[in-house]
């Protein structure tokens, strides 16, 4: 049974890290100090090195949870889309990915944008890089039931470009552990590279230049990555 002490601490650590978040969207990510959160929380920024090593394991820890949130939303899509409908599955997790990072701009930036500051050279695998990879398992996931239940066309591993093919096998072996083809992790990234940059480049301003609703670029792109994997489109409801 979780002590009393281990649920004030871990309470403790909730407020510090949802601090850092309000921090985060009102000010922007180089706001997000331990002085500032110590202010905000009628603490000392040495009090806090009570709960987190540094600025950077605070940060990571931020970064967690974010991921966290992230793969309840879209898990939490999914749960309106019938088992069988891959299609939909599909699309209902790309569209929230989207309405995700578009409602949270600054958290998105966190995750997407450059790397946490001093969180280099770590020897073990740390909280939020766990719970990258349980977000990142999430489109994963769904395209190896798509492949075991609807195959799409792939590329015969021996057109695959020579340098790029022992990149999709090292990915394969050394990160998935996966017995795939390689045509179809090159699938995946292609995807993945896509979905993410085009999210990306929208968050971001970057296609503000041309675009002033870049909602129909993206259903046009998720038609084609569609039609790329023998699903079926199906514009938005409403």
Not at 229 to 234: C, D, E, I, V
């Amino acid at each position: 049974m979780e002590s009393r002490r281990d649920r004030l601490r871990a309470a403790t650590v909730r407020e510090i890290t949802d601090t850092a978040r309000r921090i985060l969207v009102e000010e922007g990510p180089d706001a997000v100090t331990l002085r500032a959160i110590a202010r905000e929380m009628g603490m000392t920024a040495p009090a806090l090195y009570r709960y987190f090593g540094s600025h950077g394991e605070l940060l990571r820890h931020l970064v967690g949870d974010l991921f966290t949130e992230l793969t309840g939303d879209l898990h939490a899509a999914m749960e309106d889309v019938p088992k069988g409908d891959m299609s939909g599955k599909f699309m209902t997790v790309a569209r929230q990915f989207r309405l995700w990072a578009l409602g949270h701009p600054r958290e998105y930036s966190l995750l997407f944008g450059a790397p946490v500051r001093g969180a280099a050279h770590r020897e073990e695998v740390d909280f939020a890089e766990e719970c990258a990879r349980q977000f990142g398992w999430t489109f994963m996931a769904l395209f190896l039931e798509l492949w075991r239940k609807q195959p799409f066309p792939v590329m015969p591993e021996e057109e695959i470009d020579p340098g790029l093919r022992e990149e999709l096998r090292r990915y394969r072996d050394d990160v998935l552990g996966i017995a795939l083809p390689l045509g179809v992790i090159q699938q995946f990234l292609k995807c993945w590279i896509r979905l993410q940059g085009g999210v990306s480049l929208e968050v971001f301003g970057h296609l503000e230049f041309a675009l002033s609703d870049a909602a129909p670029m993206f259903e046009l792109m998720l038609r084609e990555v569609t039609d790329e994997l023998g699903l079926t489109y199906a514009p938005p409801r409403g």
